[in-house]
């Protein structure tokens, strides 16, 4: 089966740091999601990534994807307070998703 | 995108009581999933949700348990039955559209 690390589970941040968040997972796939959850909501979609290599931009976050490493990065810029959340990468297996432990980030103003 | 909801939001019901859950999306998806999250977790998949066929549990849920229901390609009902306070938890719904849509999910409190 399938399995999806992510680290760190908690990150605790200034406003104005840098960080990345890892995904790490056991086989390949060539198709990566990252969501965002806050407290008591539902998972928003964050970026898909479907390549090797694959760079995606919104904003303060940067998504990677190294398919040969298995590896996937999520990057945080100049956090602010407003990025505090739950972070989860999923991998897409077969037919199904398989979703990391997730990242509680909290951003201190 | 897709757009998907819920319903009940959410519910506390009593032991050995059934509750079932309805999903609906605004537009076809080509897979629907259920997930039940507690909370601070990740998500567990519950099964796939096969249009007009029984759905695929993964391991450790059973249909008996977790009957399952989707008779087109937007909507999908899951019953959780006979429960306990163990079934106590968040249950998502998820539509793939390229992407993997959720609903807003719905708390289930069991006494």
């Known amino acids: 089966e399938l399995k999806v690390e992510q680290n760190p589970l908690f990150l605790s941040m200034q406003e104005g740091k840098n960080y990345t968040i890892y995904c790490n997972y056991s086989?390949?796939?060539?198709?990566l999601y990252w969501y965002r959850q806050d407290p008591g909501k539902s998972l928003e979609s964050l970026f898909v990534?479907?390549?090797?290599?694959a760079v995606k931009q919104e904003g303060r976050l940067m998504a990677s994807l190294d398919t040969k490493a298995r590896l996937s990065t999520l990057h945080i810029t100049a956090a602010v307070h407003d990025l505090s959340a739950t972070y989860f990468c999923?991998?897409?297996?077969?037919?199904?998703?398989?979703f990391g432990s997730g990242t509680k980030l909290n951003v201190k103003p | 995108s897709a757009v998907i909801s819920q319903k009940p939001s959410r519910d506390i019901c009593q032991r050995g009581t059934s509750l079932t859950i309805q999903c609906q999306v605004d537009s076809q998806v080509t897979m629907m999933f259920w997930y039940r999250q507690q909370p601070g977790q990740s998500l567990t998949l519950i099964a796939t949700?096969?249009?007009?066929?029984?759905?695929?549990?993964e391991s450790g849920f059973v249909i008996d348990k977790f009957p399952i229901s989707r008779p087109n390609l937007t909507f999908s009902t899951l019953t959780v039955s006979n429960m306990s306070p163990e079934d106590s938890s968040i249950y998502l719904c998820s539509g793939l559209q390229g992407v993997q849509y959720f609903g807003p999910g719905t708390r289930l409190t069991v006494l």
């Open positions: 990534l479907l390549s090797n290599g």
């Open positions: 086989t390949t796939s060539d198709r």
């Open positions: 949700a096969n249009q007009g066929s029984e759905a695929t549990y």
């Open positions: 999923a991998v897409d297996g077969v037919n199904k998703f398989y």
